[in-house]
């Protein structure tokens, strides 16, 4: 009976090890998984004491990493060669003194025979994991003083190969951990690389035109703000502010005359200058940008929903959001900032634009979630003041541009609600 109930407490401890298998994997603790590991091995078969050696193949020692009853053990460690090593790698188990006869010892045992029978070690069980050694086990006696079995020294060996794939798993999710924060940091040098890029293209654009001083980093501030209030993702946000960046890149290659031109331009020069979106596009599709259709975006930052824009005459759902997005913010800064050669306009014209353009020129979803945004900043239903901040607090009376916002809101939702119907 006695026997069969020890059988039944080794099953059940050897089934904790399985569980433990997978603590093993999840701990982030080295000492407390290795501690743990042995103590229970210890504890399933009643073991006085043991150690836990961890290989270190640059060194080629044994690096004590847990101990039970045995003292002082974890300062020390053992050079191994070679040849004990590659034994070490071959065997399951090795016994330091003999029971029975013939008894061969393993080099590594006899090399450190007076180390282990210091520290009373009977067995070594080496940890090994798709041929590598990984470290030793290292068990005293059994406290009941009797010999080890053959079943004692299976339900060990099956215990020390759990704690191998354990301690295998544990340095390969380390090793996981250690590249992707690698690779995250590399990743995140290279997205900060090119956003001084992207500025220094911004700076440059606006350099060449003289009138538009800072136009492309507030179009881009601008087509943040919006798709932050569409409920964009934060990379799909960051990608929205670098084609808003990035949007006249084309003018780059456009004549510095057209661009600086002080008064009216011929038909000819608006060819030429027309000509920016697709050559911006040209520009950037080459270039392996973090986020997805940045060039296209810049293609269509002159398309109108209406179909009457430019270069590819594109209408309402064929031109994507993102230049929809850009548009607006374009247009919105063009109207609300000053030029040499006229004044900005009053906000409340630059509204009236907007709600007169809605359908023709700017997306009504776009609108929405810009008027939107700003309504919450003059409302204070929001702390944050971006687009006040942009414009000047000195620019607008809060007070005639809520309501003027509020009732173009109404219009654009009642229009939606039409044409919802109109559909049904
Ligand atoms: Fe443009």
């Not at 339900?155 to 590249?179: D, F, N, P, Q, Y």
């Not at 900060?192 to 220094?200: G, I, L, Q």
């Not at 940045?294 to 179909?307: K, N, S, W």
């Not at 009457?308 to 374009?330: C, F, H, N």
Request: overall charge negative; proline content about 3%; hydrophobic content about 40%.
């Amino acid at each position: 009976m006695d026997a069969i109930e020890d059988r039944y407490k080794l099953l059940h401890n050897f089934a904790a090890l399985a569980d433990l298998g997978q603590e093993i994997a999840e701990t982030n603790n080295f000492q407390d998984m290795v501690r743990a590991s042995l103590h229970l091995l210890l504890g399933a078969l009643a073991i006085r004491r043991g150690a836990l050696a961890e290989y270190q193949e640059e060194s080629r020692t044994m690096e004590f990493a847990a101990q039970r009853g045995i003292n002082n053990v974890a300062l020390t460690s053992l050079l191994l060669t070679d040849a004990e090593v590659e034994e070490l790698r071959s065997q399951r188990i090795c016994r330091v003194t003999a029971v029975e006869q013939p008894f061969r010892q393993t080099h590594f045992t006899s090399r450190h025979q007076k180390f282990l029978e210091t520290h009373g070690i009977d067995l070594i069980l080496p940890l090994v994991v798709r041929g590598n050694l990984l470290g030793l086990i290292m068990l005293g006696g059994k406290a009941s003083e009797q010999p080890y079995s053959i079943e004692d020294e299976e339900l060990v060996c099956s215990m020390a190969r759990h704690i191998g794939v354990g301690l295998h798993t544990h340095h390969l999710i380390k090793e996981v951990e250690r590249r992707a924060l690698e690779n995250l940091k590399l990743y995140d040098g290279m997205r900060e690389t090119y956003k001084d890029t992207v500025r220094a293209f911004a700076a440059a654009i606006d350099c060449k035109d003289k009138y538009t001083q800072g136009h492309s980093e507030r179009v881009g501030k601008y087509s943040e703000i919006i798709a932050r209030e569409l409920d964009w993702s934060e990379e799909h946000i960051e990608g929205i502010s670098i084609a808003g960046y990035l949007h006249d890149v084309g003018k780059l290659i456009i004549d510095r005359e057209i661009i600086n031109a002080p008064g009216a331009i011929d038909a000819r020069q608006w060819q030429e200058l027309n000509r920016h979106p697709v050559i911006g596009y040209e520009i950037l599709s080459p270039i392996n940008h973090p986020y997805a259709d940045i060039p296209l975006t810049t293609r269509h930052h002159h398309e109108r929903v209406d179909g009457r824009g430019y270069p590819d005459g594109l209408k309402g759902d064929e031109i994507p959001i993102g230049a929809k997005i850009v548009t607006l913010a374009d247009s919105f800064d063009a109207m609300t900032t000053d030029r040499p050669y006229r004044q900005r306009r009053p906000l409340e014209d630059v509204l009236e634009d907007l709600r007169a353009n809605t359908g023709k020129q700017f997306d009504h979803e776009v609108v929405a979630a810009f008027c939107r945004a700003f309504l919450k900043e003059i409302s204070g239903e929001t702390t944050d003041r971006r687009i006040t901040n942009i414009l000047g607090e000195d620019y607008f009376e809060p007070s005639r541009i809520l309501p003027l916002l509020e009732t173009l809101l109404t219009e654009i939702e009642a229009k939606d609600l039409l044409a919802a119907g109109s559909n049904r």
